[in-house]
């Protein structure tokens, strides 16, 4: 017999108390629990993602989308940064005011390319508020995973309020899991020393998060 | 279990015996615990509503779990379908040998290795090494565990039994037999030591061809795999090498991407005491283009079909592997991780492992007594696993045998050993309480004599005293007390 065989072999055996017609999937669980915490307002919300955001140290910023482009070109220049990664689909606006080497994310290049550029700029699936936590779900304007991991710093465009939801919940119904997702909430950290927490292992020391409003002109 | 790491472990009270004597270990657990228990408390207060959804969480757990086998072959078939393989191993040895197999198949004789529980407990990097395959360990306590040639003591915070001075000796002396040696002038600033830890490891990433993971939640309905961490070296091995191996108890499933709403509000608050762990990773089968091209998945059942069979044990499969019972349970805070002699430490590690590896050793039938049952770990469970039901129903197994199932099969325990004296004692007090003649004679004779008491007990007493005050035998009998003050007259009329 082959381990699979002997493995649910097994399992049958060890359920011989489950009555066959046990309590369906759709009848075993009482989702009473809420969809989101507090009724907040569309603004609340967008300021409690900033708040959370903050609380585990990301740098939050916030402009239109006419000021995006110097905006960004500031954060680059303030982080001395003389290289950037682009996802394929980011809108090339964005980086226009920036006077920075762009490099393109391609297959073909290594990971020890990736190692020597200073930045990266992407934007987002979605922000959920009550955690401070942006989604990357490998869209065309955020690229492979891998280049939000390996460059120290990370910028991370979240459109407000269309991209930011309440809640874990609310975030599920709107993610596709067939797409290779990374949440993220907060530069990288740990503690396992003494549980001191220390920012930047492995991951971006720097994750800076500009919260971007239509202005109206755009 | 394997348990390749703990072999010749002493028992329980041994081990705690000599722990709880050592002042730096307990110094840095009393402030781990505190300061996480603290924390915890903050980061569930947020949440209205944690009594629905620790509801939820047990539900859906246990749901799964009753229908285990239905949801492992949809499993597999969403895997299979998104383009992963599928692999079963009914121990760990097999385990161990399906992925030294993979290994050799990519030709790599070097992985790097994301924080996992499953590969602990199957002894994965001692297999690996033995046939010249080496395993780094990324995640931080994990390196510092892995470099300091020691066993981990906590499930989340693995290395929390040493302090920053002993970190930095270790990094200092052991990280050039790794790779890139530690800076010099290392200090003991946490900052410092992270960052000795980036450098040394990040030359590893960068090359690695193979990653081996194991998983927080696997999705029947969809394939997909998540894994969540805080450092990012559980990015690096899911996304840069070319083959990603991941190694999963078959408990470790939820039927729909939905059910992921619910645990990813638990797993963060009680384990980290944040409201969400910096980094999680989700992935279904493989992506083209972005992240591993080639991937494995080994679904393990090591005892758990076992414990499955037991309907008051099988809770504690329900397990999401948080740490809340650690920080929570005054046992562990004195006396550490490794006195539990296995890799599952804490209230959840003495119901799971003599669970998974049965009651034959002695520290495993000593493990359902480390614990005072004071129910703290039922409070703080996400999923409400009920720990001093099973620990008081481990107990009873222990010490009256009785019938459990083995490897599939069933089997009838025999009492163990070491419980001949309580169980002659339960014994003796059945036939005195049978025997009220008897019995009043004896408490007569204990009064009159009870000068010359020792205050230990003799013989096999001796275990059962060390660690209790002998009481103290009344000068009177209740029953001659209650004869000489009543008269044994009904007063209540």
Redesign the interface.
């Known amino acids: 017999m082959n381990s699979r065989d002997l493995i649910l072999g097994r399992v049958r055996r060890a359920l011989a108390d489950v009555p066959r017609d046990d309590t369906p999937y759709d009848q075993a669980v009482d989702r009473d629990y809420l969809r989101e915490h507090g009724n907040l307002g569309v603004e609340e919300t967008v300021e409690l993602l900033a708040e959370n955001l903050a609380d585990y140290r990301a740098i939050v910023h916030r402009c239109t989308d006419a000021e995006l482009p110097a905006q960004l070109a500031g954060m680059l220049a303030a982080h001395g940064s003389t290289s950037v990664v682009v996802p394929p689909g980011l809108p090339p606006a964005w980086l226009s005011a920036a006077d920075i080497t762009r490099v393109e994310d391609r297959a073909e290049s290594t990971v020890y390319d990736l190692d020597e550029v200073d930045s990266v700029v992407t934007a987002c699936a979605l922000a959920i508020a009550e955690t401070g936590t942006i989604v990357l779900d490998g869209g065309p304007d955020q690229g492979r995973r891998r280049i939000t991991l390996v460059p120290d710093h990370h910028i991370c465009v979240v459109r407000v309020p269309d991209q930011v939801v309440s809640s874990v919940p609310q975030a599920f119904e709107l993610l596709d899991p067939a797409r290779v997702l990374t949440w993220i909430s907060g530069p990288s950290a740990t503690s396992d020393i003494e549980l001191d927490r220390v920012e930047g292992v492995h991951g971006p020391r720097t994750l800076e998060v500009v919260l971007v409003s239509g202005d109206g002109r755009a | 279990m394997s348990g390749g790491t703990f072999v010749g472990m002493p028992a329980f009270p041994e081990a705690a015996h000599e722990a709880v004597s050592n002042k730096t270990l307990r110094a840095?657990l009393r402030?781990?615990t505190h300061?996480?228990r603290g924390k915890r408390a903050k980061a569930v207060a947020?949440?209205?509503?944690w009594a629905?959804?620790r509801?939820?969480g047990k539900?859906?757990k246990?749901?799964t779990l009753?229908?285990?086998?239905r949801y492992?072959?949809q499993l597999e078939e969403s895997v299979t379908a998104?383009g992963g393989v599928v692999h079963?191993?009914?121990d760990a040895d097999?385990a161990n040998q399906i992925v030294i197999d993979l290994v050799r198949m990519t030709g790599e004789s070097e992985v790097v290795k994301v924080k996992s529980m499953a590969t602990q407990e199957i002894g994965l990097n001692e297999a690996l090494e033995a046939e010249g395959i080496a395993a780094y360990e990324?995640?931080?306590?994990e390196l510092?565990v892995q470099l300091g040639k020691d066993r981990p003591s906590h499930i989340l915070?693995p290395?929390?039994h040493r302090?920053?001075g002993e970190?930095r000796d270790i990094f200092t002396r052991e990280m050039s037999e790794w790779g890139r040696p530690a800076p010099e002038g290392l200090t003991d600033t946490?900052?410092e030591?992270?960052e000795a830890?980036?450098l040394h490891?990040?030359e590893k990433?960068?090359r690695a061809k193979v990653g081996v993971s194991g998983a927080n939640f696997m999705?029947a309905e969809?394939g997909?795999l998540v894994v969540v961490e805080?450092?990012?070296?559980g990015?690096?091995c899911l996304?840069?090498p070319e083959t990603l191996i991941s190694v999963v108890g078959?408990e470790k499933i939820v039927?729909?991407?939905?059910?992921?709403?619910?645990f990813?509000?638990t797993l963060?608050r009680s384990s980290?005491a944040?409201?969400?762990?910096?980094?999680?990773?989700?992935?279904?089968g493989t992506?083209d283009?972005?992240?591993p091209q080639t991937f494995h998945l080994v679904?393990i059942?090591n005892g758990r079909?076992?414990t499955?069979?037991d309907?008051v044990g099988r809770q504690a499969l329900r397990c999401i592997r948080c740490s809340a019972c650690l920080n929570v349970c005054p046992v562990y805070e004195r006396a550490g991780g490794h006195a539990y002699g296995s890799v599952y430490p804490g209230p959840i590690g003495a119901i799971l492992s003599p669970q998974l590896r049965g009651t034959a050793s002695e520290i495993d039938a000593s493990l359902p007594y480390a614990s005072s049952l004071c129910g703290a770990c039922y409070e703080v469970c996400p999923v409400a696993i009920d720990i001093p039901e099973v620990l008081v129903h481990l107990r009873e197994r222990v010490v009256q045998g009785g019938p459990a199932?083995r490897e599939?099969n069933k089997v009838v325990l025999k009492p163990a050993k070491g419980h001949a004296a309580e169980r002659a004692a339960m014994r003796a007090a059945r036939w005195a309480f049978g025997h009220p003649g008897a019995l009043r004679t004896g408490q007569r004779l204990a009064s009159r004599t009870r000068r010359f008491h020792p205050r230990t007990l003799p013989g096999p007493g001796r275990a059962w005293s060390g660690t209790r005050d002998l009481p103290a035998v009344p000068a009177e009998p209740f029953r001659d007390w209650w004869q000489r003050t009543h008269g044994g007259k009904d007063t209540t009329k």
């Open positions: 840095n402030h781990a300061t996480i947020e949440m209205s509503d629905q959804l509801e939820a539900r859906i246990d749901h009753r229908h285990l086998d492992l072959v998104a079963w191993a009914a097999e990324t995640d931080l306590a510092i915070v290395a929390i302090n920053r970190i946490p900052a030591l992270a830890a980036r490891l990040r990433f960068l999705v969809t997909t805080s450092e990012g070296n990015r690096m996304t840069l078959i039927p729909t991407w939905q059910d992921l709403e619910v990813l509000q963060p980290t944040e409201r969400m762990n910096p980094y999680t990773s989700t992935w279904t992506t283009g972005d992240g679904l059942d079909t076992d499955l069979a309907e199932t599939g």
